[in-house]
């Protein structure tokens, strides 16, 4: 029942199949942003050892930050409540929260035993009065408390809107210190909400373009430290790196992986010209893609892939093309006014995000895989390089604000375009890539 009540409540765009009407419960795809968030209810944690009530306290303040951000859910606040948990198993008192118009209802419960943290969480329907799913724990160290908030936000998050949730994700992206004409630039990492930030490189060479692999455990960067651009692999781990073989007098640049983390696809450019390549990590063997007259770049492959979306000049303006991921012909899909670049296909499969650049104005918007259905999601003086969030449904990127000195700072936005909100970090950034979810 929750589940429906918040599918009802979103966006006045809704799509219904006909089977599904027919045959079972409404089945809605949110094509728009939130009339009314769904009120919910997080009562402080039960700390049911001696010495975690400041942990229980901020483990449940952090799940309703998370739920909230998102733009779907709207927090009651204490002071309205009723009635409080007695303990992690009481039975609920439904009444109570139905009074004070609590639909759902967040109960957790947490232990501290040395170095050791476990929380406990249950998920309640307050209208149909019953436990949405099963009661779940996570273990873990208490200095990994955030880790631990986020995946029970996450659980709730899933359990009510039948999505995965994106709250225990990191971000890599590149940290900018100092003036505009002496800009240091390093990788740094961060949790999806700006906290636990560690720095991965030093600033003694300009590094650009950071991107996940898939699972998370490294990451690909171009790096100017030999004076020409070339694509670092770096372990997240141990921060230990290789670097793509590439010829003397070549650039190599725009890199990302394949889905199954073995490839590299990137932009090299050779004799004025530049087109698309693949690097198998294992052998080094190479492999082109392109070989056109213009200037082929920022690739990035389909969920499945068997696809890439690129951005090319050989129409004549900055548009973007899909082509099979083994090369051959490629198909236009961008054809409306301006410039098109960054794509990257969201993990869902169903869109793609790209930067567009017109009257002036930088945007990001979503398209379909075949063109169709652009929508600017964004506008502003510099709004440039989306990433999106492992579920599919949140997109990061740069912004830079007019006047700032060439001083960015990342936001994020979902794909109705009406969450817009500042990333909390420390310091100026740029080029973000949103990993998967932590193992």
Known sequence: MLK?????????????????????????????????????????????????????????????????????????????????????????????????????????AVAVSGDQLVVKFRLYDVFSGTELGEGLQFAGTVQGWRRMAHKVADAAYSRITGEGGYFDSRVVFVSETGPKDARQKRLAIMDFDGANLQFLTDSAAIVLAPRFSPRGDRVLYTSYESGFPRINVLDVTTVGRQQLPTAEGEMAFSPRFSRDGQRVIYSLANGGNTDLYTTDLATGAHTRLTSAPSIETAPSFSPDGGQIVFESDRSGTQQLYIMPAAGGEAQRISFGEGRYGTPVWSPRGDLIAFTKQNAGRFHIGVMRTDGSEERLLTASFLDEGPTWSPNGRVLMFMRETQGAGGVSSLYSVDISGLNLQAVPMQGAGSDPSWGPLQP
């Open 4 to 108: 429906w009540v918040l599918s009802a409540i979103l966006a006045t765009a809704v799509l219904a199949t006909p089977a599904s009407a027919q045959n079972g419960p409404l089945r809605l795809t949110i094509t728009d942003g939130v009339i009314e968030p769904l009120p919910f209810a997080v009562p402080t944690f039960q700390a049911e050892t001696a010495g975690a009530e400041q942990l229980a306290n901020d483990i449940s303040r952090l799940v309703a930050q998370d739920l909230i951000g998102t733009g779907l859910f709207r927090e009651i606040p204490a002071s309205a409540f009723i009635s409080q948990p007695a303990s992690f198993g009481a039975p609920v008192s439904y009444p109570d929260w139905r009074a004070i118009n609590a639909q759902a209802l967040i109960g957790g």
